[in-house]
């Protein structure tokens, strides 16, 4: 979603902040804008489209030593060049970039406008530039402070000023900053991406923080207060780096196969099969603490709620302790009962999902502990719970999450695992268990290097007028995913069904030759499946079986029949979810789609 980029220092800004965005790219956006200074005052531009549009548009710029910098994905006024950011005040001495949403935006407008302002642009951003001319002293932090009081919402926001060349101002509150110190020079990003071709080492902003930037550092003050904050300088570890296409046509396919490696990054060291255990060092529960766990409440948004559903099968199957996985978005606003046994797990990619971070927020409100299980180090869903582990699967670019889903399954079998053996599973069974675990990445290398006959597949899906994806049990998330990642990356129209509910509703979609992808391995609902298929497959449906090699009479029963490798069926969709993957790649492909940036899309959804 929106991406912000600042500089102070002694080089020239432009190139610094163009490539900034360009890092943020992954996050998706609809526009891009820039402000640096000539010796007249502002020097904007700002381009609808790509940040290549935007580096054509900047010849002839000024060399300047500060500037602010941003992508935009439209969320109050369209996607045009006005509505573009920066924005400015009446004067044009101040410009500003802004990521979030201002909330009491209507009578902020109409107290400035008044006063007589004249607004430029649909956003609600443009408030802020006016808010902080209204309070204009002469003190630019005392000025951003007094406008950013008056404002309800979540923002992250960097300003600069034409009479103050040598400082950005920052301020967070619910929208992530982070300052790198490097030598002679600062930069600010909302995601360290930015920031790590220049320095590692960094400031996170927290909430209702602001800074002021100059070449030589950074100082930190209570956003509403005022008081001087201490500075906590972290280093930003490896798993962050420019990510590499590494001869790929897309992020996407290159991050489908490098699953063999995530999934086991995401496993070594923690599931040992000779203990018939596992540890996450990073969730920091004894065995006394997880045998005091009742119920387990799994929160993500997307792709993360489906590996959450994934999650919670498992540990009732297997630990016996009772699970759900809950949609972030809905939880938190439920007013949701939230009890001292139950462990909440908070599963994202991003770490900065905002839905799944304002219900991380509503369970410690409550008293309750939320352990994280997250992708990106330092993240501000990681750093909010404190305790949790790493996915270790490195850069996910694609908009379309594929090996983070994996390692999140991984990972959610792995704390399995460890509740399990806390209560019903002996040594052996354990020991069995872990084996298994371990297996599957050469499992995936296997189904990546024979994925089946998917190119059979796409043309039929690319133009279907519905798509139907079922599965019971286990494949019931995986069939929902399924359906995401054809819609994500194709915009075919699709749906996941649990395969028993099919007939309650959706069987009506079904006309002569409507693909229905059946996700059935060999598990213990696969006969009732069988029983799905048919019922569709009488209606006229062209039948696609995603089936465990081996299982004959179902790979008959289908038109196109995908085996993968076979395993328990609580591992079932770490294989049953590729060849959906590869599925939803190649129809996008064949669509002509933007497979890495869909349209609409962003890759950590920041706003509400
Ligand atoms: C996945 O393909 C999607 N882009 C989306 O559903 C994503 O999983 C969701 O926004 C949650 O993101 P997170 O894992 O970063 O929290």
């Not at 460890?418 to 052996?428: C, P, Y």
């Not at 409507?514 to 060999?522: F, K």
Request: hydrophobic letters at 45%; one cysteine or more.
């Amino acid at each position: 979603m929106c991406g912000i980029v600042g500089y102070v220092g002694h080089r020239d800004a432009l190139p610094t902040l163009v490539s900034g965005l360009r890092q943020l790219e992954y996050r998706g956006y609809d526009s891009a804008g820039v402000a640096i200074l000539d010796e007249d005052g502002l020097w904007i531009r700002k381009e609808v489209g790509r940040v290549d549009d935007l580096a054509r548009s900047l010849d002839g710029a000024p060399r300047s030593q500060v500037g602010i910098a941003h992508t935009r994905w439209a969320t109050h006024g369209g996607v045009t060049q006005q509505n573009a950011h920066p924005h400015t005040d009446g004067v044009g001495r101040i410009a500003l970039v802004h990521n979030g949403i201002i909330e009491n935006m209507v009578p902020l407008v109409a107290m400035l406008r008044a006063e007589g302002v004249v607004f430029t642009s649909e956003t609600d951003t443009e408030i802020l530039p006016h808010l902080i001319r209204k309070a204009w002293r002469g003190d630019p932090v005392d000025a951003v402070r007094a406008a950013l009081r008056q404002v309800q919402g979540t923002f992250g926001v960097a300003v600069m000023f034409a009479d103050h060349p040598d400082i950005v101002v920052v301020a967070r509150n619910g929208s992530p900053l982070v300052i790198g110190l490097g030598d002679g020079e600062t930069i600010v990003a909302s995601d360290p991406q930015a920031i790590v071709a220049l320095t590692r080492r960094v400031i996170h902003l927290q909430d209702r923080q602001m800074a002021v930037i100059r070449a030589d550092g950074a100082e930190l003050h209570g956003l509403y207060d005022g008081r001087r904050h201490d500075q906590s300088v972290e280093l930003i570890d490896g798993d962050y780096g420019v990510a590499d296409l590494e001869g790929h046509p897309h992020f996407m396919l290159k991050e489908i196969h490098e699953q063999a490696r995530s999934i086991s990054r995401c496993l070594n060291g923690r599931v040992s099969r000779e203990d018939g255990n596992a540890r996450l060092g990073g969730f920091e529960m004894r065995p006394r603490e997880l045998v005091g766990v009742q119920r387990v409440v799994l929160l993500g948004c997307g792709t993360s709620y489906h590996a959450g559903m994934v999650g919670a099968m498992a540990i009732e199957a297997m630990a016996r302790v009772s699970a759900r996985a809950e949609i972030a978005s809905e939880f938190r606003y439920r007013h949701p009962i939230v009890s001292n046994d139950t462990l909440y797990l908070a599963v994202s990619q991003s770490g900065e999902t905002i839905d799944t971070l304002g219900a991380v927020q509503e369970v410690q409100l409550k008293g309750g502990a939320v352990r994280g299980i997250v992708n990106v180090v330092g993240s501000t869903i990681a750093r909010t719970c404190g305790q949790g582990v790493y996915l270790h699967s490195g850069p996910e670019v694609a908009v379309a999450s594929t090996k983070a889903f994996t390692s999140q399954v991984a990972a959610m079998l792995t704390f399995t695992l460890m509740l399990a053996r806390t209560r019903n599973l002996d040594l052996g069974q354990g020991r069995s268990v872990a084996a298994e675990l371990l297996a599957i990445p050469e499992k995936v290398a296997a189904l990546l290097a024979n994925p089946g006959p998917i190119d059979d597949v796409v043309e039929s899906v690319a133009r279907a007028r519905y798509v139907l994806f079922l599965g019971r049990g286990f494949s019931f998330p995986v069939a929902l995913e399924g359906a995401l990642k054809l819609k994500e990356v194709a915009y075919v129209p699709c749906e996941g069904y649990p395969a028993g509910e099919m007939k309650h509703g959706p069987i009506a979609m079904i006309e002569k030759g409507a693909p229905v992808i059946v996700v059935a391995p060999r598990d213990a609902q696969r006969d009732k499946v069988v029983s799905n298929l048919r019922e569709v497959a009488a209606r006229g449906a062209r039948i696609i079986v995603i089936h465990t090699q081996g299982d004959d009479e179902l790979a008959q029963l289908a038109d196109i029949a995908i085996p993968v490798p076979s395993t328990p069926d609580w591992a079932s969709p770490l294989l049953t979810a590729i060849p959906l993957q590869l599925l939803a790649y190649r129809t996008g492909i064949a669509l002509g789609r933007d497979i890495d940036k869909p349209r609409h899309l962003a890759k950590s959804v920041t706003v509400e």
